[in-house]
Structure formats: C-alpha cells, structure tokens
C-alpha cells in the first residue's frame, strides 16, 4: 500500500509539473516577456479607428465576437496578470525553468504533429473506410440470413477480407493519381466502384459459404431422422399359455 501510494504521488506530481510547464510555456512567448521587472504586467491596447464603412464592419465582427473566446482570453490575460505580480526572485528560480521545460514540450509537440498528422490523417481515413465497408457488410448479411448473431457473422475470415478490401481501396486511391491524371475528375466514381466491388468480394464468399453451410446442417438432420427407429405395428409375446400378439397405435403425444 505505501508503495502503490508513493507512486501514484510521484506520478501526480509529474503530472501536475507538465501541466504547470505547458500553461506557463504556452502564456509567454519569450523569458523577456516572462522577466519584465516594473512591478505590473505589460498591457498592450489595439486601437482602431473607424475611417469607412469597411472599418465599421471590422469593428462589428469584432464586437460579435463569441462569449467562450472572451472567456479564454480573460482567463489567459488574469494568469498572465498573476504570474508577472510575482517577486523578480520567483519568477526566474520558479517560473523560468516551467516556463523552458513547457517550450520544450510544445515545440517536441508540435514537431511530432507536423511529422505525424499525415501518417495520422492516413490512417484515420483507412480506419473510416474501414467502419463504412464493415458496416455496409453487416447490412448485406443480416439482411439475407437476420438470425446470424455478429459473432458468426464478424469471424476471422471476415475481418481478414474486410481488412484486405480496405487496405486495396486506400492503395488504389493513393497509387491512381500517379499514374492517371484525370483521376480527380473521376475519383468519386472509381472509388465508389471500388467500394462496391470489395463489397461484393467480402459479402458474395460469406453468403455462399453460410448458405453451404446451412444445407449441409438441413441434410445431416433429415440423414438423422430417416435413420431414426421405426416404432414397431406389432409386438409378440410368448409364454406357457401361448403366443400373443398385440397392435401397436401411434398415439400422438
């Protein structure tokens, strides 16, 4: 228990000090506007004057600017405020290292976006292609056999042929305009073709294998009740008196 509790303490404080240097860092463009020693926080005012209907209009977008924008900026402007009333000491033993470690972090983020957000954006799109030929999958065979639970219906195979059919799509898309150049014109046309195709590539094998499937079950249970016991029409006793023989009438139960 000490342990465990030792440990989620560190984690909250390293938490809390990240946090801390990412705010700091992201208020302050620069440790001078971080260091100013005259006491109070630098205000610097945009004034505009209206000189034609243009600048009218400016200024009323300005004006119907949204509530929630007003809100961040008089948060930003009251920690800012906060932060630069502290003592010249404070800020440059306290501040001044949160204040580098939160620009380290932002510029390590924002060069890990830069770099990342096409791959991201890559595989975002191959995971929407994904949920849309799934789901149309889905539809297709419920719509035929509707008593198919998804477990059955989302096996191994399945997924493997939907994975495969989405993978082609996103290649093709990317490979086309290389070697098209009219592709853009067409592109909603040859990929919604290809959609249909992979489509019918994953739903048409599933049916028939499912429908297979079900005719050899309906076979193997009529191959069962013709090999089933007959009930007998008579049944014959012997003993010392004689023999009997008693008929035997189907009663329905």
């Keep these: 228990m000490k342990k465990s509790a030792k440990k989620a303490a560190v984690t909250s404080a390293l938490a ?14 620069s440790p001078a506007a971080l260091l100013p020693d005259d006491g109070a926080p630098a205000v610097v005012y945009n004034m505009t004057t209206g000189l034609d209907g243009a600048d009218d209009d400016d200024a009323g977008a300005q004006e119907d600017e949204s509530e929630e924008t007003r809100r961040r900026g008089g948060i930003r402007a009251m920690l800012r405020m906060r932060i630069l009333r502290m003592p010249l000491i404070v800020r440059m033993l306290v501040v001044l290292p949160l204040w580098a470690l939160g620009s380290v972090i932002l510029a390590a983020a924002g060069a890990a976006w830069t770099l990342l957000s096409p791959v991201l954006g890559k595989l975002a799109g191959f995971a929407l292609l994904l949920a849309l030929l799934a789901g149309s999958f889905a539809l297709a065979a419920k719509a035929v056999f509707p008593d198919l639970p ?20 996103t290649t093709a898309d990317a490979v086309l305009p290389a070697v098209w150049a009219g592709y853009a014109q067409v592109r909603s046309i040859v990929f919604s073709a290809g959609f249909f195709a992979a489509l019918c590539c994953v739903c048409v ?28 029409e008579k049944l014959t006793f012997t003993d010392a008196g004689g023999t009997f023989t008693v008929q035997v009438r189907n009663v329905d139960v």
């Design 16 to 29: 809390l000090l990240t946090a801390a240097s990412v705010v700091t860092g992201s208020l302050f463009d």
């Design 150 to 169: 998804l477990k059955k219906l989302f096996s191994r195979r399945s997924l493997v042929a939907l994975l495969l059919g989405a993978a082609g799509l």
């Design 205 to 232: 094998p599933f049916l028939l294998r499912e429908q297979k499937r079900r005719l050899a079950a309906a076979d193997k249970e009529a191959k069962q009740r013709a090999e089933a016991p007959k009930r007998p």
